[in-house]
Each structure stands twice: as structure tokens, then as C-alpha cells.
């Protein structure tokens, strides 16, 4: 499997629930007409060779995005992180690490209403080893 579908499938098991969260999303959300933005989109970020290491093994970025309307609840973004970091004994090798890079929060309004969306911003890196 591969990382990507890890990705989905593990914000996938996040969906519902009281975040009430309705859809994920790879690249950009695609839906017209949805009734809550409460969704995840996800995607590439960059492949990096890690230097540290005589193999040259890589590492890819990933950015997920936590979009909410009104606020992200108080815990959630930690538990996203907690759930792409967990183990994963179905889908050997597909890893994931929290960067070190802070979360970022950014803000938009839900189309032409007042209603505000916050959106968290969470990179995760997948270690590839080279042979």
C-alpha cells in the first residue's frame, strides 16, 4: 500500500465523530456544494535526500490540512498527529513522523457568509530506506 493511501485511509478513520469532520481530500477539496467545511486535505509537500546518511535515503513531506468552520476543537490536531504516527501492522513500510516544523493556523471565511474557517496546517514525513 502506499503511502498516499495510508494517509487517506488512517483520515478516513477520522471522519464523524463530535469534530463532525465529512471528507478528505487529496490536493484540494473538490466538492461545490458541501453544507459544512469540516474536512481534511492532504498532499505532497517535497522528496528531500537525508544527508545524515551514507545510503541516501530520502524523505517525503506531507501536508495535511485540518479545515473546520468556526474553530478546530481544543486536542484535535494532536490527535490527528497521534493517529498518522501510530503503528501500522496492515500496511508495512508506510511510516509516518510529525515534522519539526510548527503547526500553522490560517483563516478564511465559508464562502460569501460570515461564518469563519480555521485551518491547521501539520507536516508529516514518510523515511524511505534505500537499499
Known sequence: ???????????????GG????????????????????????????????????RAGDYQ???EVNVVHEDYIPEGYVEKVIAALEAEDKERPGTKLKASADDVAYNYTFKGRTNTVVEIATITIYHPEKRC
Open 18 to 53: 463530535d469534530e463532525e469532520m465529512q471528507g478528505v481530500y487529496y490536493g484540494a477539496c473538490s466538492e461545490k456544494e458541501l453544507q459544512n467545511w469540516n474536512y481534511f486535505v492532504f498532499g505532497r509537500i517535497k522528496t528531500t535526500k537525508d544527508k545524515g546518511t
Open 60 to 62: 517525503t513531506y506531507y
Open 1 to 15: 500500500m502506499s503511502v498516499l493511501n495510508r494517509i487517506r485511509s488512517t483520515l478516513e478513520g477520522l471522519l
